[in-house]
């Protein structure tokens, strides 16, 4: 008695085209395919993608880093790095110490609060 009958879905096709038109649906309706089929492609590579991850980790976990047969360059860039290293970290002394140095003033913003107060 309930169920959905023919003319039940006459009337509400016809009420679809009154209220969005007869060149609108078209329209509509291969943006909804669009959609849908957008819709699809990303659940498909999404439950791939889970099955894809597991075997690129598998495949990381197997493979080795090759044995580096020639530590001496290594050893002059880590000194190079390290006169960096010393270099950044006296400028940083130098400017904690110039920071120190000036007396700190309240913002010009802090100020006005204070002056409002």
């Known amino acids: 008695m309930n169920a959905l009958q023919p003319w039940h879905i006459i ?18 309706a291969r943006s909804i395919g669009k959609s849908m089929k957008i819709f699809k492609a990303e659940t ?12 690129e980790t598998e495949e990381v976990e197997t493979k080795q880093l090759p044995q580096a047969t020639t530590p001496a360059p290594a050893a002059p860039a880590a000194s190079a790095q390290d006169k960096q290293v010393a270099d950044l970290q ?9 920071q120190a ?17």
């Open 11 to 28: 009337i509400l096709v016809l009420v679809v085209v009154l209220l969005f038109g007869a060149k609108r649906l078209p329209d509509a």
């Open 44 to 55: 498909k590579d999404m439950a791939g993608g889970d099955k894809d991850k597991a075997a």
């Open 90 to 98: 006296r400028q940083l002394d130098e400017l904690k110490k110039q």
């Open 101 to 117: 140095a000036t007396p700190a003033t309240p913002a010009p913003a802090e100020q006005a609060q204070k002056n409002a107060s």
